[in-house]
């Protein structure tokens, strides 16, 4: 016989975006369901290998871990930029860890997950070269987060 765990129901959350965000609807991810299990662990960090974050987002405040600018190989506390200079590293870091059921904005898969932004370019459209994108990833792992998105 498994474990005999203690389980709390989580529902859907009351993020006032949450009905805009077309992946966690029933019949694609079944969002909801997940998190009756699970919200993620803020001591499990994400690292978002992207193009920075907004850093004034009301729902990537929490649980964030410091930042890396991976074109300088230097650590946000050491002065590397992270601030999102194109939009999809906001978006992303969003879509994984953005702080749920807090009644404002929107759910991240993992709203409870720590994160971390890993900006990989200096470049306004986004564009990387490989280089930065591994730097980036490797130097997650090596700081201890479980997961890379790149």
């Known amino acids: 016989m498994g474990p005999d765990w203690l389980v709390y129901p989580a529902g859907c959350p009351d993020d006032s975006g949450f009905g805009t965000q077309w ?14 299990i699970e919200t993620g662990d803020p001591s499990i960090g994400v690292a978002i290998c992207d193009t920075g974050i907004r850093l004034t987002h009301e729902d990537l405040q929490l649980h964030r871990y410091d930042g890396y600018h991976a074109p300088s190989q230097t650590w946000q506390a050491n002065g590397g930029p992270i601030d999102d200079i194109n939009g999809h590293g906001t978006l992303c870091s969003g879509t994984a860890a953005a702080n749920g059921n807090n009644g404002v904005g929107v759910s991240g898969v993992g709203w409870n997950l720590g994160h971390r932004t890993m900006r990989v370019t ?3 459209d986004g564009s990387a070269s490989l280089s930065n994108l591994t730097d980036a990833a490797r130097t997650a792992a090596l700081a201890g987060d479980r997961v890379a998105s790149v």
């Open 23 to 36: 992946h966690h609807q029933a019949s694609r991810m079944q969002s909801c369901d997940a998190w009756d």
């Open 122 to 124: 200096d470049s306004g």
